[in-house]
């Protein structure tokens, strides 16, 4: 049982979102348009929180393979924005027993961006 998940780490730039923004097609402007997000409560614009997200999947899968996707639930929520620039880096510890796991992203300041929990079920489970 791996004491930690391994990290992962990515610096978000503006071709990280418009790449993201295609392949989701999600072009919300609070994403892609300056004039917008500045007026926009966030002040400013903010990256999909669907992009730091995948850090996890990819924190995950490097820790434990592949087939966990199957048998695996992911519980998160969105607490702070992630905005051009930022550095986010995604892990994990266990939390009680070996299938429940506390998950985070933090950007540079150690800050969360996003927290949660993961469950990982038996070997077959969801397959």
């Avoid at 402007?29 to 966030?42: G, K």
């Avoid at 903010?46 to 996890?56: C, M, P, R, Y």
């Avoid at 490097?62 to 880096?89: K, M, N, Q, S, Y």
């Amino acid at each position: 049982m791996p004491k930690a998940l391994l990290p992962v780490r990515m610096t978000v730039t503006e071709d990280a979102i418009l790449a993201y923004a295609e392949i989701t097609g999600d072009w919300n402007p609070i994403h892609v348009d300056d004039a917008f997000a500045a007026a926009s409560p966030m002040k400013g614009r903010i990256a999909h929180g669907t992009l730091s997200a995948n850090l996890l999947w990819q924190s995950i899968v490097a820790t434990f393979g592949e087939e966990v996707r199957c048998r695996l639930t992911l519980d998160i929520r969105f607490v702070r924005p992630v905005r051009i620039g930022d550095v986010v880096e995604a892990g994990g510890t266990p939390a009680s027993g070996e299938a429940r796991w506390d998950v985070w992203v933090r950007n540079g300041a150690g800050e969360n961006v996003i927290v949660g929990t993961i469950e990982v079920g038996p070997v077959g489970a969801g397959s």
